[in-house]
């Protein structure tokens, strides 16, 4: 009972397990407190309540999670989303931009506890995979565009359609940049993808940041006339412990984007938990994992912060530097309390242009746009739905809230297109003895008692189609006096359905013909048993296998 309330008692601590994770934990750090920073300025808030969010949110989510890799903390797709959350409150002071941002975290916490009580992890399946990743790769591009005014040094209006601007104050006014700032910019990007590429081990993030914070100093380059802008002086030591005071007004207003904040924060956490645990063969459970964010969140709203999520690109890296529980995850934490506490100061110079390019570069290892080729391959409408996702969401920019409700409701629709026109087979007898579909294996179908085998659920969307196909039988076989439905591929059925097959069988019975059922599961069973259609049927139509149909039908031969 113990190791359910506090799952960190579980991990297996020993020596070698803590060196493990003292040194993932550390490495995990070098990325964590640049981008961290980087996180906090895409969300509209200065770079220490980035730190602030790093920092016990982290220590937090790894406690009370499931996996032994998650890295939770500030998280590109939530900054940004934070970002268009708060935007909604239009021209306020700095204060409350705070307080909202702490009162966000606090709800969206609250919604995740929520999702795990009442087990409702399934929320993720409303989106499927080619929609999740045409939201993600626009909004990864949608956050790498946001932050060229920072490496231009050209000021960008925040109302207005997002690439109209960018067009308008980028594209064109390019020759007016800050030559100084855009150096920076474009320099620390090159730098930070040229060490990836090259050198791999080495914390780009982290080297970029010092190299940067020491041209500005060295060339006093946030005293020229039109300075380099820099992050400057940040409160040091630990986060203040801050009260959340809600009021409903506010509330009801946030809560839309802290919805959407949540569902993609709970999209990208099993994503990538999932994926390591598997790879690692580790059991996981999503529903404790999902506490442990909440509490994460939580925490953040009281020390600070705004809301964090599980990391992909933090998590991976622990996984890679030999993570053996999530000790690693705390250790990741301590190092930023220990930056906090101790080397606040030394970020005085840092240019922000260099944080912006951290985050182009960190949005950039989510864009693979093969993955599109891959799902039209499979299937045309999967690909489409992703493509039809990405325009969507780039269009709305930089509202990606209305990008994510679009691709729920773009899932759904596919859903019902395809579960409305299922596979149906008018089935011919092999000389295997099975039954398979006459028309593809070139098989005679018996005119007396043919026969048809419906692959899907029978629900209110698809009552009309399954109709239609029972009564193309009659018409396509005149003499036949019984027809057989195959029902081992329906798995379900509702009163619509019920409803349905009660008028068939009530219309064939008219016409002179016996509908028979073979292969009806449990599930579908209990519903005609207790809806009463199962003695209005006759238990005696009633068959295991199509065979034992046609036995009987041998035995009391129609003349």
Not at 46 to 64: M, S
Not at 205 to 220: D, E, G, R
Not at 237 to 261: Q, Y
Not at 441 to 469: C, K, Q, W
Request: hydrophobic residues 50%; charged residues 15%.
């Amino acid at each position: 009972m113990l190791k359910k309330i506090f799952p960190f008692l579980k991990w297996p601590v020993s020596k070698e397990t803590v060196r493990a994770d003292f040194i993932a934990g550390l490495t995990v750090a070098l990325v964590l407190i640049p981008q961290s920073m980087a996180y906090a300025n895409l969300a509209g808030l200065p770079p220490y309540v980035g730190l602030y969010a790093a920092f016990l949110p982290a220590i937090v989510g790894a406690l009370w999670g499931s996996s032994n890799y998650l890295q939770t903390g500030p998280v590109a797709m939530v900054s940004l989303l934070t970002a268009t959350a708060l935007a909604t409150f239009g021209a306020i002071s700095p204060e409350e931009y705070f307080r909202l941002a702490g009162l966000l975290a606090f709800i969206v916490g609250i919604i995740w506890l929520i999702i795990a009580a009442g087990r409702l992890t399934f929320v993720v399946n409303f989106l499927s995979r080619p929609v999740i990743e045409g939201f993600i790769h626009a909004g990864a591009i949608i956050i790498a565009a946001s932050q060229l005014s920072k490496i231009s040094g050209i000021s960008m209006p925040g109302s207005g359609h997002f690439f109209s601007n960018l067009w308008k104050y980028e594209v064109l006014e390019l020759n007016h940049a800050h030559i100084p700032t855009l150096i920076i910019g474009v320099g620390s990007l090159a730098l930070l993808l040229g060490l990836k590429k090259l050198w791999p081990k080495v914390p780009a993030a982290l080297t970029v940041m010092i190299l940067t914070s020491l041209a500005v100093y060295f060339f006093k380059l946030n005293e020229l006339a039109k300075p380099v802008s820099v992050v400057g002086l940040i409160p040091s030591g630990c986060p203040r412990f801050t009260l959340i005071s809600p009021d409903w007004e506010t509330v009801k207003k946030l809560l839309p984007g802290a919805a959407v904040i949540a569902f993609v924060g709970f999209m990208e956490m099993c994503s990538v938990a999932n994926a390591l645990a598997a790879k690692n063969k580790q059991k996981l459970s999503i529903c404790q994992e999902t506490v442990g964010q909440g509490l994460a969140s939580l925490t953040s709203a009281f020390t600070g912060g705004y809301p964090v999520s599980g990391s992909f690109s933090r998590s991976a890296l622990s996984d890679a530097s030999g993570a053996k529980t999530g000790l690693s995850a705390v250790f990741a934490g301590l190092f930023v309390l220990l930056f906090l506490m101790f080397f606040t100061k030394l970020i005085f110079f840092l240019p922000q242009a260099a944080l912006a390019a951290v985050i182009i570069a960190a949005v950039l290892n989510l864009l693979h746009f093969k993955k599109f080729a891959h799902y039209f391959k499979v299937s045309r409408t999967d690909g489409a739905a992703g493509v039809a996702t990405f325009v969507a969401t780039l269009s709305m920019a930089p509202d990606m809230d209305k990008g994510i409700i679009f691709g729920a409701g773009l899932s759904i629709i596919m859903y019902l297109y395809r579960t409305m026109k299922p596979n149906v087979a008018v089935l011919g007898r092999h000389e295997d003895g099975t039954y398979r579909d006459a028309q593809k294996h070139n098989l005679t179908v018996d005119p007396i008692m043919p026969s048809v085998r419906f692959d899907g659920r029978l629900y209110f969307a698809n009552t009309t189609y399954f109709e239609e196909h029972i009564f193309r039988l009659r018409e396509e076989y005149p003499g036949a006096k019984f027809i057989a439905v195959d029902c081992q591929g329906i798995n379900a059925i509702d009163a619509s359905g019920e409803e349905m097959l009660g008028n068939i069988v009530s219309r064939l019975r008219n016409s002179g013909i016996q509908l028979f059922f073979s292969g009806v599961k449990a599930p579908v069973r209990r519903v005609l048993d207790r809806s009463g259609l199962t003695k209005e049927i006759g238990e005696q139509n009633f068959f295991h296998k199509l065979d034992a149909a046609r036995a009987s039908i041998e035995r009391s031969p129609v003349k």
